[in-house]
């Protein structure tokens, strides 16, 4: 049963796009990188940025992945902005 304190990480069209390209083995690697985040949807990434409408994005190295995100705590989602390869 998921942790209820934990976050439902929630994938945009670019993060989608760049999943469907991994290999099967890979996804399920991605998959449990971005649950394990969700667990901690304060926790700062290793540095910041922000998007268009000047939201702060948090951007975060998880094994061969930078992970770019941001908490919307009203909803309980981890939003994955995008995901890139290093």
């Known amino acids: 049963m998921p942790d209820s304190s ?6 945009s069209g670019v993060a989608v796009q760049f999943f469907a390209g991994l290999t099967r083995k890979r996804q399920r690697k991605l998959i449990g990188l971005l649950l ?3 667990e901690e949807p304060y926790q700062l990434g290793d540095f910041e940025s922000s998007d268009a409408t000047g939201r ?10 930078r992970v ?3 908490a919307d705590h ?8 995008d995901v890139a390869e290093l």
């Open 68 to 70: 770019t995100y941001w």
């Open 6 to 11: 934990s976050y439902d990480p929630v994938l």
């Open 74 to 81: 009203a909803a309980r989602e981890l939003r994955i902005m």
């Open 36 to 38: 394990q985040l969700a």
């Open 56 to 65: 702060r994005l948090e951007n975060i190295i998880l094994d061969d992945w």
